[in-house]
């Protein structure tokens, strides 16, 4: 697999319900970002998550990150219509300055049914 | 809240041509990067800027482009003679450069650039 890799591709659920995206990479890395992109749209930062960290949380979103398995896990709780978008991970893993690179996947493209 | 702005949204070139894509990254950030997608692909980095100089670029970042601040305040990507496969979308981001999160990157809706 490829460095910063999502899965599943789609992911197609209700509203109400939750959504797990992962994401798998293959070198050691600095921290990992997740965003959001809607159709044809910009980039929205959701959160990023350290080396040193195994989980964070922001309102309705949970990251996990497992550097073992160099896994990380995308949840979304109480899905909205509005979180129909593409979710990419990105990974660091440059040499840690400030200037690094991200390494994007190719999305997990997420659609909440109403 | 403060966010990373670019424009134009959109433009059109003929194949050959020059183009500036500009962008005005977040205020007290430190470092400013550039990537692109092409549509249906992954978004790639090709390169980051700080302290008025290139810190790091990809295999894509070749002579043809060049990156510059011409001010406090701007940021952009030229690319000096453009190709069919340059059709991207160009993405500015920028991050404060210290602290826990020092490579948060924030990214701007982005320059849609058709060669035509």
């Known amino acids: 697999s490829q460095q910063g890799e999502e899965d599943p591709q789609a992911l197609s659920i209700q509203e109400g319900e939750n959504a797990t995206m992962n994401c798998s990479y293959k070198t050691s890395i600095n921290n990992l970002q997740w965003y959001r992109q809607n159709s044809g749209r910009g980039l929205v930062h959701l959160i990023l998550i350290r080396s040193n960290e195994r989980e964070k949380h922001s309102g309705r979103l949970r990251v996990t990150l497992d550097t073992s398995k160099k896994s990380s896990s995308l949840l979304i709780t109480a899905s909205r219509a509005a979180d129909t978008a593409s979710y990419f991970c990105?990974?660091?893993?440059?040499?840690?300055?400030?200037?690094?690179?991200?390494?994007f996947g190719k999305g997990t493209h997420l659609i909440i049914q109403p | 809240e403060p966010e990373v702005t670019q424009t134009p949204s959109h433009q059109v070139t003929q194949m050959g041509q020059e183009v500036i894509l500009r962008c005005v990254p977040i205020s007290n950030h430190l470092y400013f990067y550039w990537y692109r997608q092409i549509l249906g692909q992954k978004v790639e980095f090709l390169v980051s800027?700080?302290?008025?100089?290139?810190?790091?670029k990809s295999e894509i970042f070749d002579d043809q482009f060049s990156v510059e601040r011409p001010d406090g305040s701007n940021f952009t990507l030229k690319i000096r003679s453009t190709k069919l496969e340059d059709s991207a979308m160009y993405f500015c981001a920028s991050s404060v450069g210290y602290g826990l999160s020092y490579n948060e990157q924030f990214f701007g809706p982005g320059t849609r650039l058709t060669v035509l």
């Open positions: 990105a990974t660091d893993a440059g040499p840690g300055g400030g200037a690094d690179g991200l390494t």
């Open positions: 800027f700080y302290n008025n100089e290139i810190s790091e």
